[in-house]
């Protein structure tokens, strides 16, 4: 299961297909709903099926990472369930990091041009050593999990983007 911000339940095709494929849906900047979002976390968790979130919360155009929001981590810790961070980048056809898929700054339309537009564009996902979860604290478990993809991923430490992105051509 993947949890999604609920605006992409109403994009076109992309809403309809996330809800046929056991997408949550979360109301952002809501506590209430996080609790009921945590609530299906643990149910999933418990039933043996793993749970994917984005615990940036919003996108960036891949050259930092934003710190990373901790209360959907909760019910891992609840569980006793371990958390596998993933590092995700992307490459063009000569190998070089991509920023195509970006769509920080863009419309969505905006970008499916742009990764249309590429000649060859590989997503890479790499699972990372699991963090165990059961007792820690999940701010600690979160800042875990964002040093482990930022290291993997070559970025700086700190929340806030460089000054001079690295050359990534887009």
């Known amino acids: 299961s993947f949890i999604a911000k609920a605006e992409i339940r109403r994009w076109p095709f992309i809403g309809w297909l996330s809800a046929r494929h056991d997408t949550v849906f979360l109301n952002r900047g809501s506590r209430q ?4 979002i945590n609530a299906e976390i643990d149910a999933r968790l418990e ?3 793993d749970v994917a979130v984005f615990p940036e919360g919003r996108t ?6 934003l710190e990373f ?3 959907l981590l909760q019910p891992a810790i609840e569980t006793g369930h371990p958390v596998l961070p993933v590092a995700i980048a992307y490459y063009d056809e ?3 990091r991509s920023l195509a898929p970006s769509f920080a700054d863009a419309t969505l339309p905006q970008c499916f041009a742009a ?3 590429c000649r060859s564009l ?3 996902l790499t699972p990372l050593p699991e963090i165990p979860a059961a007792g820690q604290a999940r701010r600690d478990v979160s800042q875990a999990a964002r040093a482990a993809i930022a290291t993997r991923l070559g970025l700086p430490p700190a929340s806030t983007p460089p000054e001079t ?4 051509p887009a």
Do not use: E, K, N
Request: glycine share 10%; proline share 7%.
């Open 60 to 65: 960036t155009d891949g050259t930092h990472l």
């Open 122 to 124: 590989t997503a890479c």
């Open 47 to 49: 039933a043996g099926r």
């Open 165 to 168: 992105p690295p050359d990534l």
């Open 33 to 36: 709903h996080a609790r009921v």
């Open 94 to 96: 000569r190998g070089q």
């Open 69 to 71: 929001h901790a209360a």
């Open 115 to 117: 990764i249309l537009a």
